[in-house]
């Protein structure tokens, strides 16, 4: 057998599975970490598992592997990336590809493509989604750079990925740093979907009164309809799970405060920036902040009046499917918005993403693998400039099929002091899309008045302006 040419650095947890999995391929592969002992307890418990070489300095590394080179790095992103790829770029030969699999932002992807293609050498920006068991059993794999770049590696990437009806979960997204903006947006969807999920959680326990199992149970249940999806899975398994020590539900002995580590940060910015309404999404970071305030929110609560969540619930069927309907139609919002902001990303970046092949790669081994994205993936399948999927005939009769349940939850929100703020903006979004004509007239007015930024009419073409601190006349200003 012919020694490797693909190669990983970075045996943490990630990585370690990625290389695992590669190895169960039959695919021969190189591995490495900056620690050796890391390397050598890797080939330790796992080197029998397939054709896997074990290295220890980064030359013997580089040395291992056969031209062209293929080398991923499995590292935090960040400083760390960088450090990794300049310890490997002047060992490495004109051709070979240094391959960065983390979460890293698109920006740093593009700088370092760029980089690397100024010094002879080629460069993959991947996002790589479905966590530890995703990596060793089949993740989503999201490849961005150059063309020739995925073309060799493509055979590991779409061994290792999820298969769905015999489908590979990955597929060549675009140049320089598409493939981590579109994990980006993926993580900034995961983002919504799970507070929303947190959100109907929240009702269900507070504004309708059932009990931890119960409220499994009824995760459960909806799993086995349209909200079948893994996270849905994996909420009825929390919600399950008892704590050892005190016998309550883990859920309940967990602390309230949600981490982050930037990534649906990064997709709200964006989103401002290239003027996407994304508000589901920014909601969701904007919850996960609030959930922070620990200290404060336990002052707060003993301070600030409103109703308290809880009393006097009782448990009501109806109220419970009304949940289920809210949190499918808001999920529909946010995976149309998500879609919504690459689609524009792809028009500033002169990216030509396929949002049909993303929806594809999305049904496995991701986070947000869902059922409904074989519903997305058809839609974009019939056609490709699809605005919004919220037009699509499927999702425009589920969400006004929804729509009822949907503001009584809200509703019902409203009045028992329950914070709904995914739930909310998702619908003041629809109800803000579905809408000829709103109130953004009297914004446009008010900022003629302070700032003389002018307005167009609707009767009229051309940009005019009110003097108004004059004679009140007013004058066109574009000729």
């Known amino acids: 057998m012919s020694g490797p040419r693909f190669g990983l650095t970075g045996l943490a947890v990630?990585?370690?599975?990625?290389?695992?999995?590669?190895?169960?391929?039959?695919?021969?592969?190189?591995?490495?970490?900056?620690?050796?002992?890391?390397?050598?307890?890797?080939?330790?418990?796992?080197?029998?598992?397939?054709?896997?070489?074990?290295?220890?300095?980064?030359?013997?590394?580089?040395?291992?592997?056969?031209?062209?080179?293929?080398?991923?790095?499995m590292v935090k992103a960040g400083p760390a990336v960088d450090a990794v790829i300049e310890e490997l770029a002047p060992l490495l030969e004109e051709g070979d590809t240094i391959v960065d699999g983390g979460n890293s932002h698109f920006r740093d992807t593009q700088r370092r493509d760029k980089a690397m293609n100024e010094r002879g050498l080629r460069f993959l920006g991947v996002g790589v989604s479905g966590g530890e068991e995703g990596a060793l059993k089949g993740p989503s794999i999201m490849p961005g750079g150059s063309r020739e770049s995925y073309d060799d590696v493509e055979h590991v990437f779409t061994s290792i990925a999820a298969q769905v009806d015999g489908t590979p979960c990955c597929t060549y997204v675009g140049a320089d740093g598409a493939g981590h903006y579109v994990k980006?947006?993926?993580?900034?969807?995961?983002?919504?979907?799970?507070?929303?999920?947190?959100?109907?959680?929240?009702?269900?326990?507070?504004?309708?009164?059932?009990?931890?199992?119960?409220?499994?149970?009824?995760?459960?249940?909806?799993?086995?309809?349209?909200?079948?999806?893994?996270?849905?899975?994996?909420?009825?398994?929390?919600?399950?799970?008892?704590?050892?020590?005190t016998g309550q539900p883990l859920v309940d002995v967990i602390l309230d405060q949600a981490e982050q580590k930037g990534t649906g940060r990064w997709t709200a910015q964006d989103a401002l920036e290239l003027g996407v309404p994304l508000t589901a999404?920014?909601?969701?970071?904007?919850?996960?902040?609030?959930?922070?305030?620990?200290?404060?929110?336990?002052?707060?609560?003993?301070?600030?009046?409103g109703p308290k969540p809880g009393e006097g619930a009782?448990?009501?069927?109806?109220?419970?499917?009304?949940?289920?309907?809210?949190?499918?139609?808001?999920?529909?919002?946010?995976?149309?918005?998500?879609?919504?902001?690459?689609?524009?990303?792809?028009?500033?970046?002169?990216?030509?993403?396929?949002?049909?092949?993303?929806?594809?790669?999305?049904?496995?081994?991701?986070?947000?693998?869902?059922?409904?994205?074989?519903?997305?993936?058809?839609?974009?399948?019939?056609?490709?400039?699809?605005?919004n999927l919220l037009l699509v005939d499927y999702f425009r009769d589920a969400v006004a099929d929804a729509q009822d349940s949907w503001r009584r939850v809200i509703s019902h929100s409203v009045d028992i002091g329950l914070p709904v703020p995914a739930f909310t903006s998702s619908l003041a979004y629809y109800d803000g899309y579905r809408r000829e004509r709103g109130p953004a007239s009297l914004i446009q007015g008010l900022r003629d008045l302070f700032g003389a930024h002018t307005y167009r009419r609707v009767d009229d073409e051309g940009t005019y302006h009110v003097r108004w601190g004059q004679d009140g006349s007013e004058v066109r200003t574009d000729g």
């Open 184 to 245: 980006m947006v993926h993580n900034g969807i995961e983002y919504a979907d799970i507070q929303l999920i947190a959100e109907a959680y929240d009702l269900l326990r507070h504004g309708v009164g059932l009990e931890v199992p119960e409220i499994a149970q009824v995760f459960h249940e909806w799993n086995e309809g349209d909200l079948d999806s893994f996270l849905i899975e994996i909420t009825a398994t929390v919600l399950d799970k008892t704590d050892e020590r």
């Open 281 to 305: 999404i920014t909601e969701a970071v904007f919850a996960r902040g609030i959930s922070a305030l620990g200290d404060q929110r336990a002052t707060a609560s003993k301070q600030l009046a």
């Open 314 to 387: 009782h448990a009501d069927r109806e109220l419970v499917d009304d949940v289920r309907q809210a949190l499918y139609a808001s999920k529909v919002v946010a995976y149309a918005q998500g879609f919504e902001q690459m689609t524009a990303a792809a028009k500033s970046e002169g990216w030509e993403l396929d949002m049909g092949s993303l929806a594809t790669i999305w049904r496995g081994g991701c986070i947000i693998r869902a059922r409904f994205l074989d519903r997305i993936r058809e839609a974009y399948d019939t056609d490709p400039d699809t605005p």
């Open 14 to 73: 990630m990585g370690a599975n990625l290389a695992r999995n590669v190895a169960h391929h039959d695919i021969p592969i190189a591995v490495h970490n900056r620690t050796a002992s890391k390397t050598e307890q890797f080939m330790s418990e796992h080197g029998s598992e397939g054709p896997i070489t074990g290295t220890g300095t980064t030359e013997e590394f580089v040395q291992a592997l056969e031209r062209p080179r293929t080398i991923m790095t």
